[in-house]
């Protein structure tokens, strides 16, 4: 019986045949009598992953980060999804065994391009700083190397380095400072330290998890200092840091115990040597004096030489001019096989022609050829002799004269270093100068440049001294990029065509299944450069889709300032093009990363933002993400009500007189609806809004505080009236008229004294009057001013004939009574107000009472009598 193995649809395959191995007569296996055995294939599993990457748009994979207190479920669609973290899903951090750390920082230390090792070079006149900086460290003190691009910082640290790697309990933990944050260094350093996988430790708990960690930290090519510094250095204080920075990177803080150690060129001697090394021959006399030019202007930098040494290699080989038939192969280096190594050839002279029938001649030859066409029933046929040349020698041509560089083409020798390059290396140079001096991973170069060779293309920039090293990745050196760039845009080789190619090409490698975060993460700077370089060159739409490609990734990876960056990248690119829904989802995505950093004012923007833009297009589950997001940061700011200015009230209330009501705070903007304080003592009022409602209540504190000085010094600037000029017009003259009725005394008591005048009080002493109200109260009530004083300013009384009456204006100036008081008492005591109402109603409006600071009251005068005025 036979067992079908086969899908669906196909022949049936027999488990076994008996004919397999037997030579049947007649048997074809084209004429289906006989079934070809092959092996089964498997069902395809519908669970399985799809590694086809037949999907063009970007990953769904939905991965979980855990922080300090939320967990980040990283949602492609809709976004990041936050909650609160559960304590069994918070993970415990494992530390990691010595090999473990050795291997894991393997991981982040660049690889070896493809193509023949080049040299190593010793390290030159570096022995003293060598020594000085292993001492240091022994005492456990932090250094910071500082030196120009290219003066072989990186060098000197791999050497001391080395020389301490059983100096410290942990050994040495070797970092890259490019374009890290101190938060990410400090990420950095935890997960080289620890082993746990999603977790991010907040600022606050890494001090604690890395203060026993006892190492020599390396960290190249830094690019933090100041109080950021001190941060890093003060989260691991058992370690010992050996940094390298550039003299443009902010210095250390002037209290901090960092050592600092200039790095300097290299002397003349120095790097003529290297220069030997670099070309592994010695240097002719021309030679040596073109590089004691080169050394003067290039301040002795190791780099400069490293290229310049390039530039006579590529000069031999153009002198020894290669015969079509080379093979590149032999190459090592850039520089050809010595003659003295090539196979030896035979001497052929004497040789000129050799003829087919020579060949025949040999005894016996012919005869067996008539033989054998006489048994062929073939007539014979007469050989017609056919010259063949003789192989010439082959010679190596005469050298050809190559003019050394000249001294401008050795200053910036990257465009002749690279006019020199293969196709593939200069397609490859043009795709690192439009990502701004980013080279992509030599697994991408054969499908960027076109090429199946072109991963070699890294290995040949490195062998110039092109490209150099960076973190995990490579970078042009300094200053190829401005050398290279207008000379790569001026001949057609460099244009917005490879941004937006590798843009694309990113987008999708990323987007793969089989790409794993980590993977894309290390390629961060590259697919960064790419996307910067879409956004400012015309394809914005191209840098939104990578950008939100990208962006889960980097999240998922905790690699967080390359996540940050790729998102404000992205909300910008998509505010060019117009994209709101990917705007949306960039401002969600700052706005979770805001609140995982505890920065709860920029989250809510961010979220706020996002909300309303989703609100406008109808998008409600990326609405209903976003609100439960922005319930989390306002829980965080405090029992779910959003942070706000505060105004705290006098915490002893005023001491007002019998009737009067406290004074009433008006502010125009809405406030939050809170029940109102029904207890004496410290009342807090909470100003909810925006940065424009705090700017407006500032505003009304500040007018308020204004005003109150006004009424202040109105009511206190009476006393200062004697030595004001006589034609100063006071604002009660210019008001109002004189009343006849006021230079007459009346029957009730005395005349009221003349505005702007002092009355005696009961106590002996003047008190201003007032010359102008601030404010009206109903009834003739008195109003408070700052300070704690009140005045009750005259208001408009009915008269008895209907209409409302006022003081006529007065057209000349009123004569001052003395400022002294009177030397005689008066002759009539003050009576007692009566306890009844007068029958009569009075012959002119009420005046007002201005309460004296020691408690008396004097009338102010406003041309008429009052009835309830007395004076003493």
């Not at 669906?8 to 030579?23: A, K, N, Q, V, Y």
């Not at 559960?86 to 530390?95: D, G, K, N, T």
């Not at 015969?323 to 190594?341: F, Q």
């Not at 206190?716 to 230079?743: F, L, R």
């Amino acid at each position: 019986m036979e067992h079908l193995t086969g899908e669906p649809g196909e022949r049936p395959i027999p488990e076994s045949d008996p004919t397999d191995g037997l030579d049947l007569p007649g048997a074809d296996a084209t004429d289906g009598t006989v079934a070809l055995p092959r092996s089964a294939r498997p069902a395809r599993d519908p669970l399985a992953p799809d590694l086809s990457g037949g999907s063009s748009g970007g990953s769904a994979r939905v991965l979980r980060v855990v922080t300090a207190d939320y967990l980040l479920t990283v949602n492609p669609v809709d976004g990041t999804e936050v909650t609160g973290c559960p304590p069994a899903e918070r993970p415990v951090p494992r530390r990691r065994t010595r090999e473990e750390r050795v291997a894991h920082l393997a991981t982040r230390r660049p690889s070896p391009p493809p193509g023949p090792p080049a040299p190593e070079l010793p390290l030159l006149e570096r022995d003293e700083e060598r020594e000085r900086l292993i001492r240091l460290l022994a005492r456990g003190r932090s250094i910071r190397v500082t030196g120009p691009s290219g003066a072989g910082r990186t060098a000197l640290l791999e050497s001391v380095a080395n020389a301490c790697a059983d100096l410290a309990p942990d050994g040495v933990l070797w970092m890259s400072g490019y374009r890290r944050t101190a938060a990410d260094l400090l990420q950095d350093l935890f997960a080289t330290v620890y082993e746990a996988d999603g977790y991010r430790p907040g600022r606050d708990e890494l001090p604690g998890l890395l203060h026993d960690t006892g190492a020599v930290v390396v960290i190249d090519d830094l690019e933090i200092g100041g109080a950021a510094l001190e941060e890093l250095l003060a989260a691991a204080p058992e370690c010992a840091f050996l940094m390298s920075a550039t003299p443009d990177v902010t210095a250390p803080a002037a209290d901090s115990m960092v050592e600092e150690v200039f790095l300097s060129g290299l002397t003349r001697v120095a790097c003529v040597d290297l220069l030997q090394l670099v070309t592994s021959r010695p240097l002719a006399e021309d030679e040596t004096a073109w590089a004691a030019d080169l050394w003067f202007e290039s301040e002795g930098l190791p780099l400069r030489f490293v290229q310049a040494g390039a530039l006579l290699r590529q000069r031999d080989a153009l002198r020894q001019p290669l015969e079509p038939d080379w093979d590149d192969s032999v190459w090592e280096n850039g520089t050809p096989t010595s003659p003295a190594d090539a196979i030896p050839l035979p001497d052929l002279t004497g040789f000129e022609t050799t003829t087919v029938s020579s060949a025949l001649d040999l005894p016996g030859a012919r005869d067996d050829r008539e033989a054998l066409d006489a048994a062929l029933g073939e007539e014979p046929v007469d050989v017609v002799p056919l010259e063949i040349p003789a192989s010439a020698p082959v010679l190596r041509g005469a050298p050809v004269e190559v003019p050394l560089p000249s001294l401008a083409e050795s200053a910036a020798p990257a465009h002749l270093l690279a006019s020199r390059l293969s196709e593939s290396a200069r397609e490859a140079l043009a795709f690192a100068v439009a990502l701004d001096g980013e080279c992509p991973h030599p697994s991408h170069l054969p499908a960027l440049v076109g090429d199946t060779h072109g991963d070699a293309a890294l290995g040949e920039l490195t062998s110039v001294g092109l490209a150099v090293p960076v973190s995990a990745h490579y970078r042009l050196a300094a200053g190829v990029v401005q050398q290279l760039a207008p000379d790569l845009a001026s001949d057609g080789e460099l244009s917005d065509i490879q941004a937006h190619t590798a843009a694309l090409h990113y987008a999708w490698w990323t987007g793969h299944p089989s790409v794993t975060p980590e993977r894309a993460a290390s390629e961060s700077e590259a697919i960064l450069a790419a996307m910067t370089a879409c956004r400012d060159g015309g394809h914005p739409s191209a840098a939104v889709l990578l950008a939100r490609t990208v962006a889960p990734s980097f999240a998922a990876a905790l690699h967080w300032g390359a996540w940050e960056r790729a998102l404000r990248i992205g909300q910008e690119a998509a505010r060019m093009s117009g994209e709101v829904a990917e705007e949306a989802y960039f401002h969600h995505e700052l706005g979770v990363l805001a609140l995982s950093n505890g920065n709860t004012d920029r989250a809510r923007a961010e979220l706020e933002a996002s909300i309303a833009l989703r609100g406008a297009l109808a998008d409600r589950q990326g609405t209903v993400v976003g609100r439960r997001t922005l319930a989390l940061v306002n829980d965080r700011d405090g029992g779910g009500a959003p942070s706000g200015l505060e105004l705290t009230a006098a915490t002893t209330p005023l001491a007002l007189p019998p009737g009067e009501q406290p004074p009433v705070t008006v502010i125009s903007k809405r406030l939050a609806a809170t029940p109102p304080p029904h207890h004496h003592g410290a009342r807090r009022l909470a100003i909810v809004g925006t940065r424009r409602n705090l700017v407006a209540v500032a505003t009304g504190v500040v007018l308020a505080a204004v005003l109150g000085t006004i009424v202040t010094l109105g009511a206190t600037s009476g006393a200062s009236d004697d030595n004001s000029t006589p034609n100063q017009v006071k604002p009660i003259e210019s008001a109002q008229q004189d009343d006849p009725s006021t230079d007459t005394p009346t029957d009730d008591g005395p005349s009221n004294p003349t505005p702007g005048t002092t009355t005696p009080s009961a106590s002996g002493t003047t008190s201003p009057t007032p010359t102008a109200p601030f404010s009206t109260a109903p009834g003739g009530t008195t109003t408070t001013a700052p300070g704690g004083s009140t005045t009750t300013v005259p208001v408009e009384t009915s008269q008895p004939g209907g209409g409302p009456h006022s003081t006529p204006p007065s057209h000349h100036p009123t004569t001052k009574p003395p400022t002294t008081p009177p030397t005689t008492p008066p002759t009539t005591p003050p009576t007692t107000p009566p306890t009844t109402p007068p029958t009569t109603p009075p012959t002119g409006p009420t005046s007002a009472q201005a309460t004296l600071p020691g408690g008396g009251s004097s009338p102010t005068n406003t041309g008429t009598t009052s009835a309830d005025t007395t004076t003493p």
